[in-house]
């Protein structure tokens, strides 16, 4: 393993996961979870939206992606998700006076070290600002744990958009470590540009009557089969394509 991303966990106590919990629910992924055929990645996409969609598919591009969980420690995205799971992770705190989540993320971190090696690294894709998970990983993993520094003064769609970008562009971001006691912080940058907006693709969680929750971004255009795209399809199939200009007509 030559780099591993960690990805801040979605919040499975919100409207998105009251859907999951609902039996009459008609959507894909609901149906996907009674049915034992959803996984965590897909889980916390659907929960999450865009930043976590963003967070999955940059990490499936780039390296080897893990799921930061608030009582399970490190999991892999592609393992069965599961309602005791949901409602495992929904009554879990991700705080560093929550005694389960904190043992369980430092004993996989710890194992995660020591299979990394000296030559590898450890992207955080998660807030650096508090030291939820700033303050258990950096002292297990020292100067391999490293953040995007585009991050900086970028709320979470706009983190999403980010990610989404890169992954479809194949152009990876730049990194920087992290330093203990430093909470990294910088001027808000300049928006993105709506122009080279990602479309995501939200067909696994339409009702099953041509109806798909638009809520984010609008549906997308199916990939045209860059390297890697196959690993992204699951949960996102996306291209940089300019979006049409809407031209006005001129007030009387």
């Known amino acids: 393993m030559n780099t591993v991303f960690l990805l801040s966990p979605a919040y499975c106590g919100g409207r998105r996961a009251n859907i999951l919990l609902n039996p009459k629910s008609a959507a894909v992924t609901t149906r996907e ?35 930061i969980t608030p009582t399970r420690g490190l999991q892999d995205p592609s393992q069965p998700f599961s309602l005791a799971m ?18 369980a993320l430092e ?21 650096v600002a508090s030291g939820k998970y700033v303050d258990i990983l950096l002292p297990i993993l020292g100067h391999r744990l490293r953040y995007p520094t585009s991050f ?3 709320g979470d769609m706009s983190r999403g958009g980010l990610l989404l970008r890169s992954a479809a562009s ?18 808000r940058p300049p928006k993105l540009d709506p122009a080279t907006r990602v479309a995501v693709s939200w067909s696994h969680e339409s009702n099953g009557r041509g109806s798909a ?13 860059a390297a890697g795209a196959e690993r992204l399809d699951p949960v996102v199939d996306c291209r940089l394509r300019p979006r ?4 006005r007509r001129p007030r009387s």
């Open 107 to 127: 004993r996989d971190v710890t194992m995660l070290a020591e299979r990394l090696g000296r030559s590898g690294q450890v992207v955080l894709l998660g807030s």
């Open 152 to 154: 900086i003064g970028r």
């Open 244 to 247: 049409p200009r809407v031209h």
């Open 86 to 103: 949901l409602r495992e992770f929904a009554v879990g705190d991700v705080s560093l006076d929550n005694a389960e989540y904190r043992s």
């Open 33 to 67: 979870l009674r049915a034992g055929q959803l996984s965590l990645g897909r889980a916390f996409a659907f929960m999450s939206g865009l930043y976590f969609r963003g967070k999955l598919s940059y990490a499936e591009r780039f390296g080897a992606p893990l799921v």
């Open 213 to 225: 929750d638009r809520s984010v971004v609008e549906p997308a255009l199916r990939s045209a089969g």
């Open 170 to 187: 194949g152009e990876e971001l730049a990194y920087q470590a992290l330093t203990a006691g430093v909470r990294p912080r910088g001027p």
